[in-house]
């Protein structure tokens, strides 16, 4: 298994404070023949805000762009929250752009704040808005039809003019936080391949002509539809810099903080109602697996994969919810293990032993030091901290 210590995961770019850990497998350097050009244009880089209302698709794009799975996906919203880093390297292509690397930053969808989890979740959004060259809003395509449709007098029934109230009034806080911003944005519209095209053509001119937007562009993550414009898109805003991330790196998040998320996405596809909401999952151990056994003689049986050894804790609100969580005798927990299990094992290249328990803290997205201490970035330091605090071989004072 490969070695990301606590210390390697927080070397810091100066200007970025960023944090690093996944690293892709060295794939072989590409032989290229326009050294001279790329001479002349040299790299770009910088960091692109992925901002949107729950459920447009940012996560799914985030995956899609990078190849990775770096964000958990569900159907139920409000899935994301922490910001995440996704990082693609772009190779030059000659005569159109340079050589890139983009730094999406994935964050929690936007909302108007009820709980202090949300509060904490907006928080993510305004420090991702911070740090950025440029901003993708996603717009869910679907959704921009019917508001588009609703907003017609003729044909609107009163319900939907009230849906529409809803819609446009959150739609106005989103644009509330990109109004004054100095760098470009760009509005993405999603799940372009649910959309007839000849309804997606006037949305596309009707959104051009009233907002202020670098650029329009549709796409589909799901197809790959439009993702090369994208990027190219991107690319030719970003300005000559160096690279932020190594070449080989696709995210800054922990190994240990993705498990935590693939376990929560079993949740969430497991689970309804509130149990998903209500839901946080902390990693207790972690005891990573020693490396492979050496390859065996030609004939044997090939050296069983190494064992990883996870213990993690379900943080829900409620006895109900508990109940629901572990179901008759067991058997959702045992569900959501089990799935959880496999994705672990291919995110990690290992078998993995998980033990799962639930955990019953009465009102906890209420609660700031216990939404403080989910978020990763505080869970490395406090890891970090505990490192340097312990003695060399164990050894007491
Ligand atoms: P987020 O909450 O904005 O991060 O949204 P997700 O990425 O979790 O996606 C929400 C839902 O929309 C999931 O069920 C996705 O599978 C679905 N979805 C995302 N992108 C596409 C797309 O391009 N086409 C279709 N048909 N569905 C999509």
């Not at 993705?258 to 909401?277: D, F, H, K, Q, S």
């Not at 050296?303 to 050894?309: G, K, Q, S």
């Not at 299990?341 to 906890?364: A, D, K």
Request: net charge positive; hydrophobic share 40%.
């Amino acid at each position: 298994m490969r070695d990301y210590s606590i210390s390697h995961q927080l070397i810091c770019a100066q200007q970025r404070r960023v944090t690093h850990v996944q690293i892709r497998p060295t794939r072989e350097p590409q032989i290229r023949d326009n050294r001279g050009w790329e001479f002349e244009n040299p790299l770009k880089s910088g960091f692109v805000a992925i901002l949107g209302r729950p459920n447009v698709g940012k996560s799914t794009l985030l995956n899609a762009l990078t190849g990775e799975k770096v964000a958990i996906v569900s159907t139920k919203p409000q899935t994301t929250r922490n910001r995440i880093v996704g990082v693609v390297e772009v190779p030059a292509r000659k005569g159109v752009h340079p050589a890139a690397q983009i730094v999406f930053v994935d964050t929690p969808g936007v909302h108007k704040p009820g709980s202090h989890l949300d509060r904490r979740m907006l928080q993510e959004v305004y420090e991702a808005l911070e740090t950025r060259d440029l901003v993708l809003v996603l717009m869910d395509a679907t959704r921009r039809v019917q508001l588009e449709a609703a907003s017609n007098p003729e044909t609107t029934a009163p319900t939907r003019k009230s849906a529409h109230g809803a819609w446009a009034s959150e739609d106005e806080f989103l644009f509330g936080l990109i109004r004054n911003l100095d760098c470009p944005v760009f509005l993405v519209l999603t799940k372009i391949d649910l959309v007839p095209k000849d309804h997606l053509l006037p949305l596309i001119d009707s959104l051009t002509h009233h907002y202020g937007f670098a650029q329009v562009i549709p796409v589909s993550a799901r197809k790959r539809d439009g993702l090369d414009l994208l990027v190219r898109k991107i690319v030719e805003v970003l300005p000559v810099g160096e690279r932020y991330y190594p070449k080989e790196q696709y995210t800054d998040q922990p190994q240990r903080f993705m498990v935590a998320e693939l376990i929560r996405e079993r949740i969430l596809a497991e689970t309804g109602e509130e149990v998903p909401y209500a839901s946080a999952v902390v990693i207790e151990r972690f005891e990573e697996a020693e490396p492979p056994a050496p390859p065996r003689k030609k004939g044997q049986a090939p050296a069983r994969l190494p064992l990883t050894r996870i213990a993690a804790a379900i943080y829900c609100e409620r006895e109900g919810q508990k109940a629901i969580l572990i179901g008759k005798g067991g058997s959702k927990l045992k569900e959501i293990g089990t799935g959880a299990r496999r994705q672990i094992e291919s995110l990690l290249g290992t078998r993995v032993y998980l033990e799962l328990r639930v955990i019953v803290e009465p009102n906890w997205r209420e609660s700031r030091s216990f939404v403080e201490s989910l978020n990763w970035r505080n869970q490395l330091e406090k890891l970090a901290e505990d490192q340097v605090t312990e003695k060399p071989g164990g050894a007491e004072e």
